[in-house]
């Protein structure tokens, strides 16, 4: 939706709060207590009650929205913002946008909002041909080591370690300056260091078994062959890794530019949550006016218990 679209849609917090509620009914409503699913909407409540046991379930409970006291339209201009456009909207931005006047509450709808996009992403395995490959993100140095002589190079503590995976299948005969190469989905994981152990447990999680994979000759990589199909490595020099592993490069430069453009330091304990944003939007990149939508039945779908204290 354009921001027009959207404004004629949800006017208003009631129009909102039905929305919500429609999409809630589709995805249904679990009782907290016998685990029913049959319920009945008692409308001068505002609450659904279990057939079975006659516990009430208010519309919020159980979602995204969960004993969150923002209004209904906040949830959705921010949802509306997020998937309108390729880049992202800091917290800070999206609270000027409100006009609200604390941060703390817009920066933790925001931050549910990316966890119930890292949990749908979680849903679903990659097959097929796979190119894959760590990266390192500039992030703030952790607390914990900020009196610590600071490092150079891949193991600084302003890096931070993400392991990432693309689909990319070979194009027969690709147009004129099109890639040699079609990208699917993608996922990026952060990760707490490259010992092999580490690698081969994101791979064993993320990655079908039937799975071609593709990687440089990092020792990092060598028992990889145990969980796929059949595994491919060899010696990538800097020059040829974009030719080698495209698409992996290419979207960890734009995952790079997008936290450039969007905040000032990222702590690490939180690129994730912006990572799954990034990977969110990637991989739903051609349902255009549908993404809010699909967004919205993945925060009905899930009760994120986001409860770090900022600042």
């Given at each position: 939706m354009n921001l027009i679209e959207f404004i004629t849609q949800y006017p208003d917090e009631e129009s909102c709060k039905q929305k919500f509620k429609e999409y809630r009914e589709q995805v249904g409503v679990i009782c907290s207590k016998c685990g029913g699913t049959s319920h009945y909407w008692k409308k001068d409540k505002e609450q659904y009650e279990c057939k079975q046991c006659k516990t009430r379930t208010t519309l919020k409970s159980g979602t995204v929205m969960h004993k969150s006291k923002l209004p209904y339209r906040y949830w959705f201009i921010t949802m509306h913002l997020l998937t309108s456009t390729k880049k992202s909207f800091s917290a800070k931005e999206i609270q000027r946008q409100l006009g609200h006047k604390r941060y703390a509450p817009i920066w933790h709808m925001v931050h549910k909002l990316r966890l119930s996009m890292g949990k749908r992403d979680e849903q679903y395995i990659l097959a097929g041909s796979i190119e894959l490959d760590d990266g390192f993100f500039s992030t703030e140095t952790p607390k914990d080591k900020k009196d610590e002589p600071l490092k150079r190079g891949r193991g600084s503590q302003k890096k931070t370690k993400v392991l990432v995976m693309a689909e990319s299948e070979m194009v027969e005969s690709p147009e004129n300056g099109k890639k040699p190469r079609r990208v699917g989905y993608l996922k990026m994981k952060v990760i707490d260091n490259l010992t092999k152990e580490t690698i081969n447990e994101v791979v064993q999680g993320s990655l079908s078994s039937q799975s071609n994979?593709?990687?440089?000759?990092?020792?990092?990589?060598?028992?990889?062959?145990?969980?796929?199909?059949?595994?491919?490595?060899?010696?990538?020099?800097?020059?040829?890794?974009?030719?080698?592993?495209?698409?992996?490069?290419?979207?960890?430069?734009?995952?790079?530019?997008?936290?450039?453009?969007?905040?000032?330091?990222?702590?690490?304990?939180?690129?994730?949550?912006?990572?799954?944003?990034?990977?969110?939007?990637?991989?739903?990149?051609?349902f255009k006016e549908a993404l809010f939508g699909r967004l919205l039945v993945a925060a009905v779908s899930n009760k994120n218990e986001f409860r770090y204290k900022h600042g």
């Open positions: 994979l593709c990687t440089d000759d990092s020792n990092s990589y060598v028992d990889l062959k145990g969980f796929v199909k059949s595994h491919h490595s060899e010696v990538i020099l800097n020059d040829k890794i974009g030719e080698k592993l495209p698409w992996v490069h290419i979207a960890i430069s734009n995952a790079k530019r997008q936290l450039l453009n969007s905040y000032h330091n990222v702590k690490p304990e939180f690129l994730q949550s912006y990572l799954d944003e990034f990977c969110y939007k990637f991989n739903r990149r051609y």
